[in-house]
């Protein structure tokens, strides 16, 4: 999973509660997302950041927030978790230097965190 | 919306069959189509990947072929083998680092 490691992997919470989840990378790579994955709707965008502390929302950021104090670390936090955030969430991250070549632009996905919220 | 729509959901082919699977864009500045697989239980990984310049992109027994004009483009694996069975996202990237991803095709392959 190109140096791309994600905690936990799996997590059971209750609703109202906050739940951070960890990305770490050891590629030094530029950019980090986080997606999340669901039955009929692929994977859509939650956040991704260009930089440290460097960071913008994507196409379903509502009820989530994001830190990046390191290269290698982009935090993912639910403030209160809600039932409809019952996912799959993945972390990817890439080089960024769009258009020098294929490997640059190319997204590698971490392992994936189950969450479930009930 | 810059969306990407994605075509079946699910395909069931024969071992040693070929297995097509399509998407359609919107946008037209998408500089970058890439194709991923994904194992139950793991990561979505880079599978194949062709730029708008070009109309076909051969590895191995996975083909990309891409019209420009009627912005679509088609995943072909040929001779499908049951290790091919997964799932598939299409996706278009633009200059800003972004991916948008297909619904994802559910590809099983069967003896």
């Known amino acids: 999973d190109a140096g791309i490691t994600q905690s936990p992997r799996h997590k059971v919470t209750e609703t109202g509660t906050p739940v951070t989840l960890r990305c770490h990378q050891t590629?030094?790579?530029?950019?980090m997302y986080w997606y999340r994955q669901d039955p009929g709707h692929g994977l859509r965008l939650i956040h991704y950041?260009?930089?440290?502390?460097?960071?913008d929302k994507g196409e379903v950021s509502d009820g989530y927030s994001v830190s990046r104090s390191k290269t290698e670390d982009f935090l993912l936090t639910l403030e209160s978790a809600t039932s409809s955030q019952t996912s799959v969430y993945f972390c990817?991250?890439?080089?960024?230097?769009?258009?020098?070549?294929?490997?640059?632009?190319?997204?590698?996905f971490g392992p994936g965190t189950r969450l479930t919220v009930l | 919306q810059q969306q990407v729509k994605q075509s079946p959901q699910s395909l069931i082919v024969q071992k040693g069959g070929i297995s097509i699977i399509n998407c359609a864009y919107e946008?037209?500045?998408?500089?970058?189509f890439p194709w991923y697989q994904q194992f139950p239980g793991k990561g979505p990984a880079l599978l194949i990947a062709?730029?708008?310049?070009?109309s076909e992109k051969k590895e191995g027994r996975f083909t990309i072929s891409f019209n420009k004009s009627a912005k679509q483009f088609s995943l072909h694996i040929m001779d499908s083998q049951p290790g091919d069975s997964a799932t598939y996202f299409c996706?278009?990237?633009?200059?800003?680092?972004?991916?948008?991803f297909g619904t994802g095709t559910r590809l099983t392959i069967i003896p």
């Open positions: 990817a991250i890439s080089d960024g230097t769009s258009g020098r070549t294929l490997s640059t632009d190319t997204q590698y």
């Open positions: 590629e030094n790579h530029r950019y």
């Open positions: 950041s260009y930089g440290v502390k460097d960071t």
């Open positions: 946008n037209t500045a998408f500089d970058y």
């Open positions: 062709i730029r708008p310049d070009v």
């Open positions: 996706a278009g990237h633009f200059g800003n680092e972004k991916l948008t």
